[in-house]
């Protein structure tokens, strides 16, 4: 009896809208669905943080405030930048979902010659990624320089969006890219926290403390939202303070701190650090695809 | 570096094939650096240069006067300067970010690997105080290793040039390709000799000096002691060819092993470690094109320390004496075979009577 069964991407795709937020809900469980079937078929990967960040995603991309063109991306665009690259999984589903490349290339993920690289390679040129990253620490450093290019140089009022995880801003220079992004006043910079306080060997607050996190942002200059990171109505909320920010030329970058559960929307997986770096088994992702809506069937005995 | 570091026993003319002339002053490499920044800032709107709290000492302040717009301080955090310059590469600027060699090639390593490097983006790096030269300073700022480490990342270009005015040259030249580049330059005022018609060309090492006998080949300011040696060896009735390889990555295998074979016996000099730098670079192409012996001058694995630049290049080995002695010894491991070798030092150090078998006075 194989516990393996057919993976089949649904071939539908969103368009990038203001919208209600409960319209978010459809978009996600899609999205959370998409990111467990390329993570059964590579057999690696990170499921814990791609499903915590989802709704995040969802409200990003699909809710009009990422400014892109699905059919060409290398255009005039708003700028997104996963510092924290192993949380690809998500990104990629999320980039197929708006039609950036055709969704069955979800399934090379972390194959040979894929352009779905374990941690984003540019050097790839897959639609709507901007940069390599994965080495933690340094993919806001590089949000930052292309937010320093558009607000004193180019001035074609772009905004650029970077998710950081938590474990993640254990790296100093995070801390160093915060101190620039005040220090030249990127209103048109938006910092995402993925705050499920989750690392590989446990607990953020056990394996290094960054908190209080609120205060720490803050004194570094951000204009700071803490936002419950599943709540569709408040992150949309959070989005919309960030481009007032930057439509008025505030002079502030912002944080916005989205409190997350890692592994969201797989019972299994909630809340649980041990599913920061590891892909579900055949029979695990057919429980999740079920909770997560989808009807797989029963294994058939040989 | 005072004169007295030039005024060797007796200065001797240099005979060429019409490329560097004579002695023309001492200038350091670092005003080269300055001077090109600011001819691509003429030349080029989207050049712009990151600060890191030392742009007098890497004289990018004279940037920073001319474009002030154009001039962002990143302040002490070399991590995060090359990483905003990979963000501004990818937003279509020509980002340059000096700052001394041990903080912008090793402090950022791993932000050059995947940045920059990986990244393939269009970041300039300038790395200052290279080498021993720095003096007082002492050991932490005399970077010593990173043309090793640069030179095994994929995409980079490397430059080490050997003056003032071809470290204007070769600024001038990073600017104008496209990819990741560092150029390598000092502090110290060292000899400026090469010409506004000397060739240079990314890629490409240049010939200064011909002769069949023995190569010396040689990165940075060690150029000028190379044709100091070479100068001594002619008395002796040796014939050295000197070679400046001025971009250490992509290197000019053709030429180095043109030389190889040639001449039989390579010397290389430069103000790096021995191991994996210039030297590392002629070893790996010598031994699988044209194998000959090659003995190394550079610091022989250890740190610098503080003194004066001429004390301090005496005091590691990094003098035209040096390399006068590796020349021969190179020549004697070719000339007997490999029984020869076993009888040689493995590390040639400065021998003073071959010195006064010529007449001049050791030192």
Same mark, same amino acid.
């Given at each position: %009896?194989? /516990?393996?069964?057919?993976?089949?991407?649904?071939?539908?795709?969103?368009?990038?809208?203001?919208?209600? +937020?409960? &319209?978010?809900?459809?978009?996600?469980?899609?999205?959370?669905?998409?990111?467990?079937? !390329?993570?059964?078929?590579?057999?690696?990967?990170?499921?814990?943080?791609?499903?915590?960040?989802?709704?995040?995603? /969802?409200?990003?991309?699909?809710?009009?405030?990422m400014r892109y063109?699905?059919?060409?991306?290398w255009t005039p665009r708003d700028r997104f930048v996963?510092?924290?690259?192993?949380?690809?999984?998500?990104?990629?589903?999320?980039?197929?979902?708006?039609?950036?490349?055709?969704?069955?290339?979800?399934?090379?993920?972390?194959?040979?010659?894929?352009?779905?690289?374990?941690?984003?390679?540019?050097?790839?040129?897959?639609?709507?990624?901007e940069t390599?990253?994965?080495?933690?620490?340094?993919?806001? !450093?590089i949000a930052v320089g292309m937010a320093m290019a558009d607000k004193l140089l180019d001035q074609n009022g772009y905004r650029v969006f970077t998710?950081?995880?938590? *474990?993640?801003?254990?790296?100093?220079?995070?801390?160093?890219?915060?101190?620039a992004a005040?220090?030249y006043k990127l209103d048109n910079f938006c910092?995402?926290?993925?705050?499920?306080?989750?690392?590989?060997?446990?607990?953020?607050?056990? @394996? %290094?403390?960054?908190?209080?996190?609120?205060?720490?942002?803050?004194?570094?200059?951000?204009? =700071?939202?803490?936002?419950?990171?599943?709540?569709?109505?408040?992150?949309?909320?959070?989005?919309?303070?960030?481009?007032?920010?930057s439509e008025?030329g505030?002079g502030?970058p912002?944080?916005?701190?989205?409190?997350?559960?890692?592994?969201?929307?797989?019972?299994? %997986?909630?809340?649980?650090? &041990?599913?920061?770096?590891? #892909?579900?088994?055949? &029979?695990?992702?057919?429980?999740?695809?079920?909770?997560?809506?989808?009807?797989?069937?029963?294994?058939?005995?040989? | 570096?005072?004169?007295?570091?030039?005024?060797?026993?007796?200065? #001797?003319? $240099? =005979?060429?094939?019409?490329?560097?002339?004579?002695?023309?002053?001492?200038?350091?490499?670092?005003?080269?650096?300055?001077?090109?920044?600011?001819?691509?800032g003429?030349?080029y709107d989207n050049v712009v240069v990151l600060?890191?709290?030392?742009?007098? !000492?890497?004289?990018?302040?004279?940037?920073?006067?001319?474009f002030p717009d154009r001039f962002f301080?990143?302040?002490?955090?070399?991590?995060?300067?090359?990483?905003i310059a990979a963000g501004l590469a990818l937003s279509g600027k020509i980002p340059f970010?000096?700052?001394?060699?041990?903080?912008?090639?090793?402090?950022?390593?791993?932000?050059?690997?995947?940045?920059?490097?990986?990244?393939?983006v269009n970041v300039? $790096?300038?790395?200052?105080? /290279?080498?021993?030269?720095?003096?007082?300073?002492?050991?932490?700022?005399?970077?010593?290793?990173?043309?090793?480490?640069?030179?095994?990342?994929?995409? %980079?270009?490397?430059? =080490?040039?050997?003056?003032?005015?071809?470290?204007?040259?070769?600024?001038? +030249?990073?600017?104008?390709?496209?990819?990741?580049?560092?150029?390598?330059?000092?502090?110290?005022?060292?000899?400026?000799?090469?010409?506004?018609?000397?060739?240079?060309?990314?890629?490409?090492?240049?010939?200064?000096?011909?002769? !069949?006998?023995?190569?010396?080949?040689?990165?940075?300011?060690?150029?000028?002691?190379?044709?100091?040696?070479?100068?001594?060896?002619?008395?002796?009735?040796?014939?050295?060819?000197?070679?400046?390889?001025?971009?250490?990555?992509?290197?000019?295998?053709?030429?180095?092993?043109?030389?190889?074979?040639?001449?039989?016996?390579?010397?290389?000099?430069?103000?790096?470690?021995?191991?994996?730098?210039?030297?590392?670079? @002629?070893?790996?192409?010598?031994?699988?094109?044209?194998?000959?012996?090659?003995?190394?001058?550079?610091?022989?694995?250890?740190?610098?320390?503080? *003194?004066?630049?001429?004390?301090?290049?005496?005091?590691?080995?990094?003098?035209?004496?040096?390399?006068?002695?590796?020349?021969? =010894?190179?020549?004697?491991?070719?000339?007997?075979?490999?029984?020869?070798?076993?009888?040689?030092?493995?590390?040639?150090?400065?021998?003073?009577?071959?010195?006064?078998?010529?007449?001049?006075?050791?030192?």
């Amino acid at each position: %009896m194989s /516990a393996e069964f057919p993976i089949v991407f649904e071939p539908v795709t969103f368009d990038n809208r203001r919208r209600p +937020a409960e &319209e978010f809900a459809k978009i996600a469980q899609m999205i959370r669905r998409d990111i467990i079937k !390329s993570l059964v078929l590579a057999g690696s990967g990170h499921s814990g943080g791609p499903l915590g960040s989802t709704d995040i995603f /969802a409200v990003l991309y699909f809710g009009g405030y990422m400014r892109y063109n699905p059919q060409n991306w290398w255009t005039p665009r708003d700028r997104f930048v996963l510092s924290a690259g192993h949380m690809c999984p998500v990104l990629y589903a999320t980039l197929a979902n708006t039609g950036a490349f055709p969704k069955e290339e979800l399934r090379t993920l972390r194959k040979y010659n894929s352009r779905l690289q374990g941690h984003p390679g540019r050097d790839m040129g897959l639609p709507g990624i901007e940069t390599s990253t994965g080495s933690l620490g340094q993919g806001i !450093s590089i949000a930052v320089g292309m937010a320093m290019a558009d607000k004193l140089l180019d001035q074609n009022g772009y905004r650029v969006f970077t998710l950081t995880g938590d *474990g993640e801003l254990q790296e100093g220079s995070v801390w160093e890219a915060a101190m620039a992004a005040a220090n030249y006043k990127l209103d048109n910079f938006c910092w995402i926290i993925d705050n499920n306080d989750c690392q590989i060997d446990g607990r953020v607050h056990e @394996v %290094m403390s960054i908190y209080p996190l609120e205060e720490k942002c803050r004194a570094f200059g951000f204009d =700071v939202l803490t936002v419950n990171g599943h709540d569709y109505g408040e992150l949309c909320a959070a989005f919309d303070h960030f481009i007032a920010n930057s439509e008025k030329g505030s002079g502030k970058p912002t944080a916005i701190i989205a409190k997350t559960l890692m592994g969201k929307g797989v019972s299994f %997986m909630e809340d649980r650090y &041990e599913w920061h770096g590891k #892909p579900p088994t055949w &029979e695990q992702a057919r429980i999740a695809l079920r909770e997560l809506g989808e009807d797989v069937p029963e294994p058939v005995a040989a | 570096m005072s004169q007295n570091l030039l005024q060797h026993d007796s200065p #001797p003319p $240099i =005979v060429t094939m019409s490329k560097p002339s004579q002695l023309r002053g001492m200038k350091p490499t670092r005003q080269g650096f300055g001077e090109g920044l600011v001819v691509l800032g003429e030349r080029y709107d989207n050049v712009v240069v990151l600060g890191g709290d030392i742009t007098g !000492s890497v004289m990018t302040s004279l940037f920073k006067e001319r474009f002030p717009d154009r001039f962002f301080s990143i302040g002490v955090a070399e991590q995060n300067a090359t990483t905003i310059a990979a963000g501004l590469a990818l937003s279509g600027k020509i980002p340059f970010f000096a700052s001394y060699g041990a903080f912008c090639a090793l402090r950022n390593a791993d932000q050059l690997r995947i940045s920059v490097c990986y990244n393939e983006v269009n970041v300039k $790096i300038g790395g200052g105080h /290279a080498g021993i030269s720095v003096g007082p300073d002492g050991a932490t700022h005399q970077v010593l290793e990173e043309i090793a480490y640069l030179r095994t990342l994929p995409h %980079m270009t490397l430059l =080490v040039p050997c003056d003032y005015l071809e470290t204007k040259k070769a600024t001038i +030249a990073m600017g104008e390709m496209v990819g990741p580049a560092y150029i390598r330059f000092g502090r110290a005022a060292v000899p400026f000799f090469t010409a506004d018609d000397t060739p240079f060309e990314i890629g490409k090492a240049q010939v200064f000096r011909e002769g !069949s006998d023995v190569a010396l080949i040689a990165c940075g300011a060690m150029v000028w002691e190379a044709l100091l040696a070479a100068e001594q060896l002619a008395k002796r009735g040796i014939q050295a060819k000197v070679i400046n390889v001025s971009t250490i990555k992509p290197f000019d295998v053709q030429t180095v092993v043109d030389a190889a074979r040639q001449c039989g016996a390579i010397v290389t000099a430069e103000e790096h470690q021995v191991h994996a730098g210039l030297g590392g670079a @002629v070893a790996e192409v010598v031994a699988k094109n044209f194998p000959v012996p090659i003995e190394f001058v550079g610091v022989k694995d250890s740190f610098g320390g503080s *003194g004066e630049p001429e004390e301090l290049m005496e005091k590691f080995g990094l003098t035209w004496k040096e390399i006068y002695a590796a020349a021969l =010894v190179a020549m004697e491991r070719r000339d007997r075979g490999l029984i020869g070798y076993r009888a040689v030092k493995d590390v040639p150090h400065y021998h003073p009577e071959l010195l006064e078998a010529d007449g001049q006075p050791a030192r």
